[in-house]
């Protein structure tokens, strides 16, 4: 489906490879130290019903609403910065309206994101910053 999985966990990403899944390395971003005074949570939660797709927002609001259309929360992801901190490099999520199950994707690389805005997905801006 080509859907993106971020995870933080060696073990989490040696059971989704030996799933069949393609190991990206880094995938191009840097997190932030959960010790960092600006550090904020990023949510991750799942979606049964659609074939496993996840979701990543630092919105608690946007994650209680998800919660409450049947997505399952897996607790928090990693940690970013605020979108409007100054610190850190941006990350842009996008959203795919032509996807059946609400895809999004999220990139730090402006290549990748203006490649995808050409291709008709729509660009929801910077989400969070990440660690440079």
């Known amino acids: 489906?080509?859907?993106?999985?971020?995870?933080?966990?060696?073990?989490?990403?040696?059971?989704l490879?030996?799933?069949?899944?393609?190991?990206?390395?880094?995938?191009?971003?840097t997190v932030v130290d959960i010790t960092d005074e600006y550090a904020i949570p990023v949510y991750r939660l799942y979606n049964k019903n659609d074939g496993g797709m996840h979701f990543y927002t630092n919105s608690s609001n946007e994650a209680k609403m998800l919660q409450?259309?049947?997505w399952i929360y897996e607790g928090i992801s990693?940690?970013?910065y605020q979108a409007d901190?100054?610190?850190g490099v941006p990350q842009y999520r996008l959203y795919n309206p032509g996807?059946?199950?609400g895809e999004h994707n999220w990139t730090s690389n402006l290549v990748e994101y203006n490649m995808l805005i050409d291709k008709?997905?729509?660009?929801?801006?910077?989400?969070?910053?990440l660690a440079e």
Do not use: I, P, Q
């Open 1 to 15: 489906r080509g859907e993106h999985f971020y995870t933080k966990s060696a073990d989490e990403a040696a059971c």
């Open 17 to 29: 490879m030996v799933a069949g899944w393609n190991y990206e390395k880094d995938a191009g971003f």
């Open 68 to 70: 409450s259309l049947g």
């Open 78 to 80: 990693h940690y970013v």
């Open 85 to 87: 901190s100054g610190a």
């Open 99 to 101: 996807s059946s199950n």
């Open 120 to 129: 008709g997905w729509k660009d929801e801006g910077v989400c969070w910053n």
